[in-house]
């Protein structure tokens, strides 16, 4: 009886191994289409963003301006970050080690980098902190929404320390980074 049943099954196998496989072929294209799906429509409200236009300097001479997606196409890291209240966010953004890769800047020359607001506002990192891989971070999207709309105050770009816990020290609003 038990030959017989798995005969059956060899049998139906065998007579319908094609539409196995393209039943296979096309759940495969559905998920890759899926995906794409889901990243277009994450993406479409950042795209509202693309064209705001960040300086890149070096000892106070322009080297580059980039807009976000020039930014976002040198490779974007996602992760999460829970402060000490337990609050955790997700966030996507970029890491100062590939802006500094992408400009052929020397790290070794270098000893703070600069950040500036729309205001003028500046505050300083240090380059030993900033080149920690992936541990600053120039972040555009908190909890898939861009961060300007998921908070106005941090605007379209701001430098988050993944290892400082206060939100406070977030540097927001970033126009020019500054590289001394």
Do not use: C
Not at 22 to 38: E, G, H, N, Y
Not at 48 to 75: C, H, W
């Amino acid at each position: 009886m038990r030959k017989s049943k798995n005969n059956n099954i060899v049998k139906l196998f065998r007579k319908n191994k094609y539409n196995i496989i393209l039943l296979a072929v096309v759940i495969v294209i559905s998920l890759i289409l899926f995906s794409k799906l889901v990243n277009y429509i994450s993406n479409r409200n950042l795209s509202n963003y693309d064209n705001e236009i960040f300086v890149i300097k070096n000892n106070d001479s322009e080297i580059d301006s980039l807009t976000l997606k020039d930014l976002r196409k040198l490779g974007s890291t996602e992760s999460k970050v829970t402060f000490e209240n337990g609050e955790e966010f997700s966030i996507v953004g970029i890491s100062i080690e590939k802006i500094l890769k992408k400009e052929k800047i020397n790290p070794n020359l270098n000893n703070i980098i600069e950040f500036s607001d729309q205001k003028g506002n500046k505050t300083n990192l240090s380059m030993e902190t900033a080149l920690q891989v992936n541990r600053v971070l120039l972040v555009y999207k908190i909890n898939s929404k861009p961060s300007i709309e998921y908070n106005k105050k941090l605007g379209v770009l701001f430098a988050l320390d993944k290892q400082d816990k206060d939100s406070s020290k977030w540097i927001k609003n970033i126009q020019t980074i500054n590289i001394k």
